[in-house]
């Protein structure tokens, strides 16, 4: 196994027991994310479960390059869409491998009987990616390109209904933000062009050091950047920005922040491409799990330095309005329940 497999197989099993006790048997919210005061409705994130997740690449010494970094945004806005009542095996990267897996086969497994479906199984968890269809990573067609996309929601009758790239920023902030500006930018007119139904967002995190006075007119400029890029109907519907702080005596993810993502792999050109097969969580003893879980490294968020429009408050209930509004009224049942029952403040 690579160095960044071994990684990720770590990382997975953190992940996964990170956010388990939040969710119940069936994957679905184990509490109601929604809120109601004077003011109205709003969306309440679950921040502890992303502080312990942003802590797991430190604790593993995870490169920028192994995708681990980036890997735990994308959990955590999973795991924030199934808190929202969406179904939880139609939200990648899932819960449990593999980590992708098309509608139809999630229907097939659920009709089958108890042999067939421990057959399936046996091979659904092998991480074979079985030409692309399960695994790892989501490669949709744009207009124009084919584009890995970080957290989907996608059935064989709609489409691509919830569409977010997630991008992380611990370092080189001058050298690397404005070729992330630029990328996230045209992958959203490529998305958009083709799914124009779709709820389509842009995750970016920021380490708190952006905000020291050498970079603090860089920090400015990314962050009006960021604001910018929810404001045209053709690009994305909601943009989130986190700045996770943690302690320079905790080793930072190294690298140059490439989160190892190459367009020609996703286009299936080059690499290892769609044979690759998915990392699968370590199977670990309780007692060392348990030792792991103890040893994240604190990991803080500086909340007053993000204008409202890119908190992740505003990000989450954008995304969830607007599928459910563009979506038919017996479509997602239970996201529609939480929301019309919100929890009064």
């Known amino acids: 196994m690579s160095e960044d497999k071994s990684l990720k197989a770590q990382a997975w099993t953190l992940f996964d027991r990170i956010v388990e006790p939040a969710l119940s048997e069936n994957g679905q919210p184990s509490s109601n994310p929604w809120w109601k005061n004077a003011s109205g409705l709003w969306f309440k994130p679950d921040y502890s479960v992303l502080q312990r997740l942003l802590g797991v690449p430190l604790l593993l010494g995870a490169p920028s390059q192994s995708g681990v970094p980036a890997l735990a945004l994308d959990v955590w806005t999973a795991y924030e869409l199934r808190r929202a009542g969406f179904e939880p095996d139609l939200v990648w ?37 079985y030409g692309g269809e399960t695994g790892a990573s989501a490669n949709i067609l744009g207009k124009n390109y084919v584009k890995q996309v970080d957290v989907v929601m996608s059935t064989w009758n709609t489409g691509p209904e919830i569409m977010i790239s997630t991008k992380r920023m611990d370092s080189s902030f001058g050298k690397n933000a404005a070729n992330r500006v630029e990328e996230s930018y045209g992958d959203a007119k490529n998305l958009r062009s083709r799914h124009p139904q779709a709820a389509l967002g842009f995750f970016f995190s920021l380490r708190s050091t952006v905000l020291t006075p050498q970079f603090e007119d860089v920090a400015a400029w990314i962050i009006d950047l960021l604001g910018k890029l929810g404001r045209e109907d053709d690009a994305y519907d909601a943009v989130c920005l986190i700045i996770p702080d943690w302690s320079d005596d905790v ?25 690759a097969e998915e990392p699968l969580p370590l ?58 029952n919100p929890n009064p403040r």
């Open 93 to 129: 990267p899932r819960a449990t491998p593999p980590r992708i897996l098309p509608s139809t086969l999630v229907a097939l497994r659920r009709e089958a009987t108890r042999e067939q479906r421990r057959v399936l199984d046996g091979m659904l968890q092998s991480g074979k990616t």
């Open 251 to 275: 080793a930072a993810p190294s690298g140059d922040d490439d989160d190892g993502e190459d367009p020609l792999v996703s286009a299936g050109l080059a690499g290892e491409g769609l044979a």
């Open 283 to 340: 199977e670990l003893p309780e007692s060392e799990l348990d030792r792991r879980l103890r040893s994240l490294p604190t990991v803080e968020l500086n909340r007053k330095a993000v204008p409202e429009n890119l908190r992740p408050e505003v990000f989450f209930a954008t995304i969830i309005n607007r599928v459910l509004d563009n979506s038919p009224v017996n479509f997602h049942r239970e996201a529609r329940r939480l929301r019309a």
